[in-house]
């Protein structure tokens, strides 16, 4: 019988592990924010009067060029040094670079980045709005609940290929 008991045990223990590499450790059913979303973020560009000045793409990230910048444009296998500063729609910082920058491979970071990068070039500032489906979604990540909307002003400092 204690046989058995441990080999249940075992078998609910195994059952009960995330299969999915820990990426949705609490088994959360992914919810679909985009309406939402884009609710949120046609309200923020109002409210910031910045309506005019947004692009929208066909996935749902809104990007503002304050700064074309005239150096490399980024591709998605470039590597790039970013001065930013990520905030949500409350206005409350989640992550900035220092002055320097931070540099990264844009493979390696979210859709909102990959996608939103390229539009600028070296030299290039300006705002990318991310909608949650091309940021975290439906998982908390570091301080940023989900579902969230994602806003960083950038600075493009440069590209490798």
Known sequence: MKKLLAVLFILTLFTSCSIDGGKNPENITPKDYSAENETQITEYLAKNNLTAKAQATGTGLYFIINEQGTGKQASASSTVTVVYKGTLLSGSVFDQSNAD??????????????EGIPYFKEGGSGVLIIPAHLGYGSYNQKGIPAGSVLIFDIKLVAVTN
Not at 101 to 114: V, Y
Request: glycine share 14%; no cysteine; charged share 15%.
């Open 101 to 114: 920058g931070a540099t990264f491979p844009l493979s390696q970071l979210i859709e909102g980045w990959k």
